[in-house]
């Protein structure tokens, strides 16, 4: 049961604000630096230095549940590909190519992107409204895609960054989904540590095949520490803390409705730090997301941490 007390409400509610906000950040710092470090590098090493914080704290509930993680491990690597493992690399990737803006509008789909697959894979049943939202929500993207030319997508001239951040929503869904469908009986903490521990393995024959072959790698410096330092502690572990804290505290529902402020941090930090302009199709785009996400989350409990 959500716990009610003024201070572990007001506590809940402001890391609710603070979790789209680092989510945000995490999308304009990685476009704002990703010409000095590469995307797999920025993926690679964020997940590492996260995971020598959590490890003083999750190292012992790892090895008190051994058992637990031997019995599971195929479904704790198939998790760990698709949320540490796949989506960051992605979303790292799409920043290459496209904006701040453009990525937090896409990402902000993931509700949209879990209801989908859950109805595909999982047979949930989609009420009218829903659906009504999901289609919303589908030509918002499109018109985020397709910058409001339709010979955008009909001539495929699509940005590649805006076809990669679709590419990354669609692997936190099947994330969500599968962690519904192959949920590993493991407190969290222990979870984050061993789902972060595969998830870098994951990536490390990438980031080395990148580092020998491609990018050669970055400089450190304050101006690479820095932010990796940021992915580290802020999108990645607080972000997830305050997440889970929120849904404990006011239930998925009402934390789900925070999502929305993502996009709004996103286009006014981007248009700060980095110059980015607001163009007409991100107002329509992003008023046609943000209604499909109502529509779509209104009458529904989310069922699982999506972030």
Known sequence: MPDNKPNSLWLAYTGLVLTPLFWAGNAVVAKGTVADIPPMSMSFWRWVIALAILLPFGLPGVWRQRQVIRQHWLSILALATFSVGAFNSLLYLAAVTTSATNIALINATIPIMVALLAWILLGDRTRPIQAVGIALAVLGILA???????????????????????????????????????????????????????GALVILPFYLVDLLFFSGGFEVNRATALPMMYFAIFPGILAYAFWNHGVHRIGPAKAAIFMYLTPVFASVMAGIFLGERLGLFHVVGGLLILAGLFLATRTTELRRKYR
């Open 144 to 198: 985020v895609v397709a910058r409001g030319d339709l010979s955008v997508l009909t001539g495929l001239q699509a940005q590649p960054g805006d076809l990669i951040m679709v590419l990354a929503v669609f692997s936190w869904g099947l994330f969500s989904v599968l962690l519904r469908r192959q949920a590993v009986p493991l407190p969290p903490l222990t979870f984050l540590t061993v789902q972060i521990s595969c």
